[in-house]
Every structure is written in structure tokens, then in C-alpha cells.
């Protein structure tokens, strides 16, 4: 039987409704938290996750 985890938020460290087996491999994927109502981009590769930090938006200036 193939072994399955949780996936736990960046930010809170709370479970998320996203369950994941040893062989998913995840890229770019909109992560959202039910409880801190965060959406974070993250990587996951056997059980390994990255999150992948976007740079913010910065205002024009003319």
C-alpha cells in the first residue's frame, strides 16, 4: 500500500484539505488554507515541498 500524507500550510503550519501519495509530484500549484485563508504556490515532489516566493507588485512611476 502506497504511503499518503497531508499536505500542512506554509503559512500556519494546519492541515489543508489536500491529501498527496509518495508518487504525486505537484508544480506550480495554488495551495489554498481553509483556516488562514492563504493561497501560497507551491512544488512537491516525493513528499518534499518548496514554496515558490513571487515577488511583489511594485507601482509605475511615469
Known amino acids: 500500500m ?11 503550519n494546519n ?3 489536500i491529501r498527496i501519495r509518495d508518487d504525486t509530484i505537484l508544480e506550480n500549484f ?12 507551491i512544488n512537491i515532489r516525493q ?4 514554496v515558490i516566493k ?3 507588485a511594485e507601482t509605475q512611476s511615469r
Open 2 to 12: 502506497e504511503a499518503m500524507q497531508w499536505i500542512l500550510c506554509p503559512a500556519c
Open 15 to 17: 492541515k489543508t484539505r
Open 30 to 41: 495554488p495551495l489554498f488554507c481553509p483556516k488562514c485563508k492563504k493561497e501560497t504556490l
Open 47 to 50: 513528499f518534499n515541498m518548496s
Open 54 to 56: 513571487e515577488p511583489d
